[in-house]
């Protein structure tokens, strides 16, 4: 079999025909050889045609080669020496082929990746160019909006031009919270964006999670973890009870013993009592009565009944004429719930001891109320429950302190949470409309 080798051949022939008719033309022309003069100039025209036709032939091969590989097509061309007389040039462009198609499989595999992640999420993401057009997103998104096809932001205007805008004009590391309104009712919706660069071109990846349906999920385990409690505290209860009485009716006792039981069955039939109206104290919080009054006060007032021996406490409002509408008697018993908890898991540490409460407004105009203290980390088995009604690690604690707290501010329209818990401060966060 026949070598591929690139068309040198035929190329350089026709450069030496070029080179030779040139030099016959001259020499005729300078002789005043008319016949060479008539042979010469043929040959160099047809030379000059040749070399232009393997030219042609080449860049015809290339450029056939680019609309295959635009067009997602296959194509191979013959590499065989024994039946072209381009075999090289034919082996370099199948290999250039084979590359790009295997650079091309690559990327579907990648983007084939990137949408199976996205998928798994468990809220909604689309990446979105800064025109609104769509590039990619997952089916939550899809099935939030109530849309067949989500190509642009547009898309949704009809339905609520605020939640556009909040797509289009929301910048990377913000985090918005917009209500939305469609056929299956009012949802809350949390949105954050970052951003991300593919060359020239700028994408932004924006999450979007349906707030309300978040919480219901917390609320179901929380709920879940109180009948756990409830139950294993009532049979607690109950069970000595039951034997005691048991036995006190089927037996023949003495006073003593009658008295001893009898004592048992009271003081376990105050627990539970205690136990029923700290239920109630969760259960029945009366509705808030707002009214507008000044953070400042507010926060002064809670600090100002506990006592603070050798805990700093800071107070810091920005801005210090922060208004909220709020029911004062049960947010003042919110603040004095977190403060109290910080003043309690202070007692133990040695050194420093502080408590900070500071205020701000972010970007929605929201109000942002930080509790902090140097109190040290909460252990992470503790951080699971302490929203969990009669979760407590004291003594003697009814753990419906955080419980009740957290439902006052959800009654306010509002949310508390743990926002940070290292060895240098432990915070928890209100947010406030």
Not at 32 to 45: E, F, G, K, N
Not at 144 to 151: A, D, H, P, Q, Y
Not at 233 to 250: D, G, Q, Y
Not at 391 to 396: A, E, G, I, V, W
């Amino acid at each position: 079999m026949k070598k591929r080798t690139i068309p040198y051949r035929r190329i350089i022939l026709a450069a030496v025909a070029i080179a030779a008719s040139a030099a016959l033309i001259v020499v005729a022309y300078f002789y005043q050889v008319r016949s060479l003069l008539i042979l010469s100039v043929p040959i160099l025209l047809l030379s000059v045609w040749r070399l232009l036709a393997i030219y042609k032939d080449i860049m015809k091969r290339i450029n056939l080669v680019f609309e295959v590989i635009e067009g997602n097509d296959t194509l191979r061309l013959t590499d065989n020496p024994e039946y072209t007389d381009n075999a090289m040039v034919n082996f370099l462009l199948n290999r250039i082929m084979e590359v790009m198609n295997n650079v091309r499989h690559q990327i579907i595999e990648k983007e084939r990746y990137v949408e199976l992640i996205m998928e798994c999420a468990n809220i909604g993401i689309v990446t979105i160019r800064d025109n609104g057009a769509v590039e990619q997103t997952n089916s939550k998104v899809v099935n939030l909006f109530g849309l067949r096809r989500f190509s642009h932001i547009d898309q949704l205007r009809p339905q609520s031009e605020m939640l556009a805008d909040t797509l289009m004009n929301i910048k990377s590391g913000e985090q918005r919270v917009v209500r939305y309104v469609n056929e299956t009712g009012e949802m809350t919706l949390s949105i954050g964006c970052s951003l991300l660069k593919q060359g020239e071109r700028r994408l932004r990846v924006i999450t979007i999670g349906d707030v309300n349906n978040m919480l219901n999920q917390k609320e179901q385990e929380s709920w879940d973890k109180l009948t756990r409690i409830l139950t294993h505290e009532i049979m607690n209860s109950l069970a000595p009870v039951t034997s005691i009485s048991h036995t006190l009716l089927n037996s023949q006792l003495d006073e003593e013993r009658v008295q001893d039981g009898l004592q048992t069955i009271h003081s376990t039939s105050e627990r539970l009592l205690s136990f029923v109206h700290s239920f109630r104290q969760v259960t029945r919080i009366p509705t808030p009565q707002r009214s507008p009054l000044l953070l400042t006060e507010l926060v002064k007032h809670a600090v100002s009944i506990l006592e603070w021996d050798e805990v700093e406490c800071s107070v810091e409002i920005v801005p210090a004429e922060t208004m909220v509408y709020v029911d004062r008697t049960l947010m003042a018993q919110v603040l004095v719930n977190i403060l109290k908890n910080a003043q309690e898991a202070l007692a133990s540490r040695r050194g420093e001891r502080w408590v900070r409460v500071n205020s701000r407004l972010d970007i929605s105009e929201r109000i942002i109320i930080d509790i902090s203290s140097n109190s040290g980390p909460i252990a992470d088995e503790i951080v699971e429950n302490i929203f969990t009604p009669f979760f407590s690690t004291k003594p003697n604690g009814s753990g419906i302190g955080l419980a009740f707290s957290r439902q006052v501010v959800r009654m306010h329209g509002g949310a508390l949470y743990l926002s940070a818990n290292t060895p240098d401060k432990v915070t928890f966060t209100m947010v406030l409309e």
